[in-house]
T-cell receptor, first 116, second 109 residues
């Protein structure tokens, strides 16, 4: 299989605090991991692409200082939402790819973030 | 930028019928088109991938076509069942994925 997990599955935090979301590939090594955001009734929007050991590449309009991404190992990537505001409330989903010639991405179950 | 559009926001069909979903893209053909299923509050689950040089792909009751002339992919669910009710996402894969808005399919028993 190709299983990707995320932790936590949901989190509620106060405005101004930071939240860390973990994404793990459980049974394969992920050369590349992707972070998406999905607002209600909308599709997934790619936020950033991260390769193990390298700095993440952010999509246009995504603030890299607000959404800190670390891809420290071939099985773990983290997304930290810094100084969260209510407008950051969303469904955050990660995916992982084996890289090379593999174009398949395996998605995690998502993390629901609510900022109060 | 590369756009990907799914024409229908929602599709309601009777159990046993075939659901057909449409996905259109702009500009050049992607190397791959991929279809995913997403249930409420969950991440997408990969269903099928079709390459630019492939016309059709099948997996059990699912069929995907890729027409580079029309710049379109069709996704069919044959002999549909209530358990097929979900949102289906089309995505073009140019190394990174660009998703369509999705079509929510409801299969009535």
């Amino acid at each position: 299989g190709a299983v990707v997990s995320q932790h936590p599955s949901w989190v509620i935090c106060k405005s101004g605090t930071s939240v860390k979301i973990e994404c793990r590939s459980l049974d394969f090594q992920a050369t590349t991991m992707f972070w998406y955001r999905q607002f209600p009734k909308q599709s997934l929007m790619l936020m950033a692409t991260s390769n193990e050991g390298s700095k993440a590449t952010y999509e246009q309009g995504v603030e890299k200082d607000k959404f800190l991404i670390n891809h420290a190992s071939l099985t773990l990537s983290t997304l930290t939402v810094t100084s969260a505001h209510p407008e950051d409330s969303s469904f955050y989903i990660c995916s992982a790819s084996r890289g090379g010639d593999s174009y398949e991405q395996y998605f995690g179950p998502g993390t629901r973030l609510t900022v109060t | 930028s590369q756009k990907i559009e799914q024409n229908s926001e929602a599709l309601n069909i009777q159990e046993g019928k075939t659901a057909t979903l449409t996905c259109n893209y702009t500009n050049y053909s992607p190397a791959y088109l991929q279809w995913y299923r997403q249930d409420p509050g969950r991440g997408p689950v990969f269903l099928l991938l079709i390459r630019e040089n492939e016309k059709e792909k099948r997996k059990e009751r699912l069929k995907v076509t890729f027409d580079t002339t029309l710049k379109q992919s069709l996704f069919h669910i044959t002999a549909s069942q209530p358990a097929d009710s979900a949102t289906y996402l089309c995505a073009r894969n140019d190394y990174k994925l660009s998703f369509g808005a999705g079509t929510t399919v409801t299969v009535r028993a």
